[in-house]
Each structure stands twice: as C-alpha cells, then as structure tokens.
C-alpha cells in the first residue's frame, strides 16, 4: 500500500536513487529518527537533530510504527517529513541556526529507490544537499 500525502510539494529540490531495495531503504531512514550529531563547521560545534515521520493518510503525518516498517505493509511510494534542528553550541548555551522541515518521497524502483526531497519554505538554514548528505551519512 502506498502511503503518500497531498502536502507533498510539486516542486521537488533534488532527486537521487539510493542502491538499496525500498524496504531496507525505509527501515534505514526511519533509524534517523530522534538521531543527533555533532560535528564542526568553521570555528563553531553544532549538534543536529533529526526527526521522522510518515504520512498517516493524506493529510496527516505521524510517529513511525514497528508494525509499519514491517516488510509488504508498504509497497511503491511512501511520504516522509523529516523536521532537522541544527544547534551552535557557544560559550554558555544552544543557538539555534537551522530549524528546517524536508519533504522526502522514497519511490520503490526494484533494487534501488528513488529519493525525491523537498523542502518546506525557502529561508535560510539547510538545503536539500544538506539533506541529502544527512541521509548518507557523511555528516558525521
């Protein structure tokens, strides 16, 4: 069953394939959730914290579930919203520098799936390469 959203941009910001099947794909993203970094960029520490969530229907999103990483609950295109807070930690406290919500559409292509992302709004903060790069991994 699919489990897309009408909220999902028509405009997409960047489109990539990820060599694995849909399933392992999904599960993979979904582990991002409540998933927290810290890494340096220039002079500063920045902690970013990311959380997941799929369409519920059309409409709505919510908390991903066992039940639906489960494998052929899912089938063809899935919806999620991924909300990414980056924090500079300075002297005494947390600065928040980036609060930024992507759409990502994960679309089953046999033995690899598509990624389409898109990104709510369009200030400042991250963009979709930045997204893109929290997926893979090689923010760390």
Do not use: W
Not at 108 to 119: C, E, F, H, N, Y
């Amino acid at each position: 069953m699919r489990r897309i959203c009408y909220r999902f941009p028509q405009r997409v910001d960047l489109s990539f394939a990820m060599g694995m099947p849909f399933n392992e794909t999904l599960r993979y993203i979904a582990d991002l959730d409540n998933h927290e970094s810290t890494k340096t960029t220039g002079k500063e520490l920045v902690r970013v914290r990311t959380r997941i969530e799929i369409a519920l229907d059309r409409a709505m999103f919510g908390d991903i579930t066992p039940e639906v990483l489960r494998p052929g609950v899912i089938t063809e295109a899935v919806d999620l919203k991924c909300s990414v807070l980056a924090l500079a930690l300075r002297g005494g406290g947390k600065v928040p520098i980036a609060n930024d919500i992507f759409y990502l559409r994960l679309t089953d292509q046999v033995s690899r799936t598509d990624i389409d992302i898109a990104k709510e709004g369009s200030g400042e903060g991250l963009d979709a390469l930045d997204m893109k790069n929290i997926l893979l991994g090689t923010d760390k």
